[in-house]
């Protein structure tokens, strides 16, 4: 049935719209949102559109040598954004890996997977990135692209997601949402200033969603809340936490088929691996940061922040793998690793529960202005402590059956009656780090920053029993400057160098060598840029820019397996990227971006590996938004998207490409008064055209792994300021 006409929900909501509009709608409309009612009392310490996770100190886009996007409250309601995966469409520099529905989601930032340890923040502090990231509490997603090793020390190259929280202000918002599968969804934002001095911000959100996957309807309830104390005249306190449950099958992806074919006439609204005795994947998350701000003087300030973040994960899944058990792979001349040529592959019964993730960091700093002779100073230096902690229980990971990926009616296997064993401390990691950087004026057109950070991490993994398996300890000093050429008002040019330290990946367990962890591993990104904004709404931007670092990766060899996992040669990303947002008129909107990347292997003694894009790393991604207020309806907003993505490497020596794709996507928003409340319609339509792609091609534990992307879906939300 045809999704976009199935739920009576949607015409009923449309339906509803139209006489609001004949009755209600008039000049003042665009005045009046439940957005803007609120008066928001603000003590600002940092340019509006300052980043939090700025690797060069505090100032506006337009004078930051870096290639920083944000998205802001206003998108994603328009959008309706509820998945990681969802929010990645907006940027094209990034992209999935490895984010199944129904599970926690990974993304790539410029063909780098971001580490969930690391590179995810809240307010500017780490979060463990193993969850379900909630947005209702968010007011702007800040995307920072490339190395930020000053900000997070020991992290993937890619970048950082980091996610601002609401402060309070006078807001009353209740929020209803459907969509064309008949999933039910409700929110509400309520702040308050309760003294001149002390405000809180509360948001919730209940969200029973009906996937396209069959079995993978699921549940989420969310809560958060926010407060700002103005202490004295020079003080500030700011305090976050949310709290998140949430339970839904996961989805198992598709893998090649004999290790060289891609599946063909799949239907993606079937669960792989399906049987009714599996649970749902249960996600625990809670957040707290707290964040303290004390002016001495107008030149001078300190900030001290802290940070605690913990996930609990109860992983459940009859799980799509392989075909070690299938009669096509039974001699070994198919790859195991893979699905087999005819289709067929393993389910394995896999639990997890109380899989436990915590991030622990307290950053302490201190940002000055000063003037030595003609030169102006904006130094800011500081020290920063980062735990994190990883518990597991002994996993349940049993063959159960073999199954075909074009069966209508799967059979019921009978579960695993082994049990998971007691839980044991795997991971224990610290970082202990002092920062400094300091950017100079030189003139009234000239910038030059320099800084860098000296990282000391202490790293204690254990095996499944809690036995010492591995310690790892480093010091490094990471350096990065850059210089700034405000060439006009609205343009200036940017250089900059930066480098960075992340750990070595562990050894797949098909590899001779399995289990076994790498050395860490260094990458160096040099960054050229321009940003013009030629009108104070309309930002254009350009960024030329080359990371490297040295290759690991599984190499053919003559071992028993077949394979060893080790480092050599060098993994090189070059890349331009180019980004226009804003409005180009009053009535016009858009919000765009395009990547061409060259992510290559060089120098890996396999020439097979070489001379292609590395694996989901597509040559070109384009994204495209535009939204347009009917000058004829008052309130009445179009809008429509294009996202596009040139084909996608799926094995490591380039031999199969999931194809290129392009999808479409529309939407309407109309806003307008009812009884003296302000109310807003969203409806949301993605793949307008239904189109079946390809849209990840990425990697878990040295596997590859194929996602299709969603089919036609239709969402519709409305909003009222209560």
């Known amino acids: 049935m045809n999704r976009c006409l199935r739920p009576t929900l949607l015409s009923l909501a449309l339906c509803t719209a139209l006489p609001l509009y004949a009755s209600d709608a008039g000049n003042d409309v665009a005045e009046h949102s439940p957005t803007d009612l609120a008066a928001v009392r603000v003590q600002a310490q940092q340019p509006a559109d300052g980043s939090r996770i700025n690797s060069f100190g505090g100032g506006d886009w337009k004078s930051t040598p870096a290639s920083i996007n944000v998205l802001d409250r206003e998108h994603l309601d328009k959008l309706q954004v509820r998945s990681l995966s969802e929010l990645a469409r907006s940027d094209a520099s990034l992209g999935d890996a490895y984010a199944p529905v129904g599970y926690y989601q990974n993304i790539a930032i410029r063909g780098f997977a971001l580490d969930p340890a690391t590179g995810y923040r809240f307010n500017g502090l780490s979060i463990a990135g193993e969850q379900r990231l909630a947005l209702e509490n968010i007011q702007s997603v800040e995307i920072l692209k490339g190395e930020a090793g000053l900000a997070a020390g020991v992290m993937a190259p890619g970048g950082i997601i980091n996610y601002v929280g609401k402060r ?384 690991q990766y599984a190499q053919p060899d003559n071992s028993d397996v077949g394979y060893t996992f080790v480092e050599q040669g060098k993994q090189v990303h070059t890349g331009l990227e180019l980004s226009a947002n804003g409005h180009i008129s009053e009535a016009l909107q858009v919000f765009a971006s395009a990547s061409v990347l060259r992510a290559q292997a060089h120098d890996s003694g396999t020439p097979a590996y070489e001379g292609h894009q590395l694996v989901n790393v597509p040559k070109l991604r384009a994204s495209v938004h535009v939204t347009y207020a009917l000058p004829f309806a008052p309130g009445l907003n179009v809008s429509g998207g294009w996202r596009h993505a040139s084909a996608n490497v799926a094995r490591a020596d380039g031999g199969v490409r999931a194809p290129s794709y392009d999808v479409f996507d529309a939407g309407l928003r109309f806003q307008h008064q009812l009884q003296g409340h302000a109310v807003r319609w969203d409806l949301s339509v993605d793949n307008v055209f239904n189109r079946f792609y390809w849209r990840d091609t990425g990697s878990s534990l040295g596997d590859y792994y194929l996602f299709p992307g969603a089919p036609r879906q239709a969402r519709v939300s409305v909003s009222i300021a209560l």
């Open 168 to 551: 309070p202000a006078e807001v009353r918002n209740l929020t209803l949402g459907t969509d064309s599968e008949g999933s039910r969804y409700a929110a509400i934002d309520v702040g308050h200033w309760l003294t001149p001095r002390f405000g809180l911000r509360f948001n919730a959100a209940w969200d029973a969603s009906k996937s396209y996957i069959e079995h993978a309807d699921g549940r989420r309830n969310f809560y958060s809340l926010a407060a700002d104390w103005l202490i004295g005249e020079r003080g500030k306190l700011e305090v976050d936490a949310n709290y998140q449950t949430s339970a839904q099958r996961s989805a198992s992806g598709f893998q090649l088929l004999g290790g060289d074919t891609l599946p063909g006439n799949v239907d993606r609204d079937s669960m792989l691996g399906y049987q009714p005795w599996q649970q749902p994947v249960g996600i625990a998350s809670t957040n707290i940061t707290a964040a303290h701000t004390y002016d001495f003087n107008a030149n001078w300030q300190s900030r001290v922040a802290v940070g605690h973040s913990r996930t609990v994960i109860d992983d459940n899944v009859a799980f799509a793998y392989g075909c070690y058990y299938a009669a096509q792979c039974a001699d070994g001349s198919v790859p195991g690793n893979y699905f087999a040529p005819n289709g067929d592959y393993d389910i394995y019964d896999y639990r997890s529960p109380d899989d436990t993730r915590r991030n622990q960091e307290l950053r302490a700093e201190l940002r000055g202005n000063f003037h030595t002779g003609n030169i102006g100073h904006q130094l800011t230096f500081g020290a920063d402590q980062f735990r994190r902690t990883v518990d597991k229980r002994r996993n349940v990971n049993e063959y159960v059956g073999t199954v075909n990926i074009h069966d209508a009616q799967l059979p019921v296997f009978v579960p695993s009656p082994l049990q998971p064993g007691p839980s044991a401390r795997r991971l224990d990691s610290r970082q202990t780090a002092v920062f400094a950087l300091d950017r100079l004026s030189i003139g009234d057109d000239w910038e030059w920053l320099l800084g860098g950070r000296y990282v000391r991490l202490d790293e204690r993994a254990y095996d499944k029993r809690g036995t010492p398996q591995r310690r790892s300890r480093l010091s490094r000093v990471l350096p990065q400057t850059a210089v700034l050429w405000k060439a006009t008002d609205s343009l200036n040019a940017y250089a900059s160098y930066v480098e960075g330290i992340a750990l070595g990946q562990e050894a797949p367990f098909w590899t001779s060598n399995a289990d076994t962890f790498l050395p860490s591993v260094q990458s160096r990104q040099l960054e050229v840029g321009l940003k013009y904004s030629p009108i104070q709404d309309l930002k254009l931007g350009a960024a030329l820019f080359r990371i490297s670092q040295p290759y």
